[in-house]
Each structure stands twice: as structure tokens, then as C-alpha cells.
């Protein structure tokens, strides 16, 4: 297969990371549209998580103003490269068994609430945790932009300039 179709040889997620972080000065941003970001945003499902009042990942409001483009980009591509502590997950296990990972929401003597990527939400007693653990991942996925191409993310930066 590798000779007859040498062009279909499988990547792995960082070097698609990678290229397309290669890729950045090869984009024509002066030719991004901000509605067709906007509808890039909600297909990839960044809506879900970077907006409204049940956000689980942080407000993008002026994010072009907090970051360049390519170290917002790398976190897009590389979400786990740089996690801040009130993003980091943390799984839960249960004298029931099971393992629950996700944001800690809520916290108290008595238990505590944990929402998941999905945005659903566990309240666990205290009394039900057998293990806690800081992962050293976020709950944004890997490899949102891998079907992208350079137009996309053109849009996607004109879309997020505005916010």
C-alpha cells in the first residue's frame, strides 16, 4: 500500500500539529471571513465549551489581544501544552468503580461536583472517593483543525479577532 499509494500514509497527530503550525506564514488572513469562522467555531464544537455561562474552557473575549496568532494556534493544535491550573481535569474513582474525569466545578467537606467534557455533571460524596488525580491533559480535544485547510484558518482568525 505505502508504495502504491505513497501520498495516503496515515500521520500522527503531531505532525499534523506540526504541519499545519509550519503551514501558519502560508495563510492568507488578510482573507479571513468572520462568518464563515463563526460557523467553523460552532462546527468544530468550540462553541460548546468557550461560551455562555457553563463554559468549561476560558472566556475567548480578546484573546487576539492576549496571544500572537501562531501561540493561539499552538494551543489549538497542541491543547495539552500548556494547561492553566483552573482548566486542568482531574478523574475521580468511586468505591463503586467507576473513574470520572472532567472540570472540579464545585468543591466542599461533603463532595464534590464534576463536569465533564459532554457537560454533564456528577455530584460525588466525599465519602464515595476512593482516588483523585490531576491529569496532565485538558478536555479540549486534540486534532480539532486536521481537516482544515489554509481558508479555514484564515476564517477561524478573522472570527476570533472579533470576539
Known sequence: LERR????????????AAAIL????????????????????ERLGCAKCHGGRR??????????KRFSRADLFASIVDPNRDIS????TTSIETTAGQVLTG?????SVDGLL???AEHRTYRVEATEIVGRHLQRSSLMPEGLLRNTVSQDLADLNSYLQGL
Not at 499509494?5 to 499534523?16: G, N, V
Not at 502560508?26 to 462568518?35: C, K, L, M
Not at 491550573?85 to 486542568?88: I, K
Open 5 to 16: 499509494y505513497p501520498d495516503s500514509r496515515p500521520t500522527s497527530l503531531s505532525e499534523q
Open 22 to 41: 509550519k503551514g501558519l506564514n502560508e495563510v492568507p488572513w488578510a482573507t479571513g471571513d468572520v462568518d464563515r469562522g463563526r460557523v467553523l467555531f
Open 55 to 64: 463554559s468549561l474552557g476560558p472566556d475567548l473575549t480578546g484573546v487576539s
Open 85 to 88: 491550573n483552573r482548566y486542568q
Open 103 to 107: 472540570l472540579i466545578v464545585y468543591e
Open 114 to 116: 464534576l463536569r465533564d
